[in-house]
């Protein structure tokens, strides 16, 4: 059987069990906590949805029929799909599934996210928003990266643009800064017409003419693996690999974790800069 096929067949087998466990006390419908028959109708959930009774028929009978984002969200409305549930129906239906939304609410942050990043100590761990804000760090992140520095700018991309103390100790920072421009551009081309990536590059322009360069390149790379060497007063030179990582229930969060690279110091230097007597000096030298 060829994919289109096999397709139809899962959604409709998709669409009969997702609306047979919508009861229809549930979905608001007037007497629906006196029906004993289980699950909704299919004349019911195309009235819910605002489409015709005939097209949702077509659609639970994996007709090829057209379809559009804007039906699709309003049928995993009515049958209260999860997200991943709602992307699912994308791709059975034939379309680009959209971005993943968060599961959670409230805090910016779980507090498991925290405990993750706070366990890959002694090595730099920080966690981003979509806008790349820095919403979480560890305590190496603070002492080597200078994430939480009074006077800094929380966004990783102003920052990385405007801190003179990062700037000094990152000696690759020439080399990386095209890439971090091409990977915000990546970023903000994954969500199109979200104002709050044009407000970011609207702040770091007025303030950077190197960013206001690199930005003109129009070049553009996903994010991925970068090496990264500091140069960290009191330890001297550190090396690492920056990786970005997405978590699929926070997919608005980016987690950014460096491990050292395989030079043998960095992480004897990391657990000396991270001791008792570490944190002491780091007090004075993370402000230069």
Not at 55 to 61: G, H, T
Not at 106 to 127: K, N, S, T, V
Not at 240 to 267: C, I, K, W, Y
Request: charged share 25%; aromatic share 8%.
């Amino acid at each position: 059987m060829s994919d289109k096929p096999r397709r139809r067949d899962e959604l409709r087998e998709f669409l009969r069990a997702r609306r047979a466990r919508v009861s229809p006390a549930e979905a608001g419908l007037p007497g629906g906590g006196r029906r004993r028959t289980p699950g909704l109708r299919r004349e019911e959930v195309a009235v819910l949805a605002g489409v015709g009774a005939s097209w949702y028929q077509w659609l639970e009978q994996g007709r090829d029929i057209s379809v559009s984002p804007q039906v699709l969200d309003a049928v995993a409305r009515v049958l209260k799909l999860r997200d991943a549930e709602r992307r699912h129906l994308y791709v059975l239906a034939g379309l680009n599934p959209p971005l993943p939304r968060s599961e959670y609410d409230g805090d910016p942050i779980c507090e498991g996210l925290q405990r993750m990043i706070d366990a890959w100590l002694p090595f730099p761990a920080h966690i981003m928003d979509p806008y790349w804000n820095t919403v979480a760090y560890n305590e190496a992140s603070r002492l080597v990266m200078g994430h939480g520095r009074p006077g800094v700018s929380p966004n990783c991309l102003i920052a990385y643009f405007t801190d003179p103390v990062y700037r000094s100790r990152a000696k690759s920072w020439e080399t990386i800064a095209p890439q971090v421009v091409a990977q915000y551009r990546a970023a903000c081309s994954e969500r199109p017409g979200d104002e709050g990536y044009a407000e970011v590059v609207e702040q770091a322009s007025a303030v950077s003419e190197d960013f206001r360069r690199l930005w003109a390149r129009q070049d553009i790379t996903v994010g991925g693996q970068l090496p990264k060497e500091m140069d960290h007063p009191l330890v001297g030179t550190l090396r690492f690999e920056s990786t970005q990582l997405r978590v699929p229930s926070r997919a608005d969060l980016t987690v950014v974790m460096h491990n050292a690279q395989q030079d043998g110091e960095t992480e004897q230097k990391l657990r000396r800069l991270l001791s008792p007597t570490g944190r002491r000096e780091g007090m004075y030298s993370i402000a230069g």
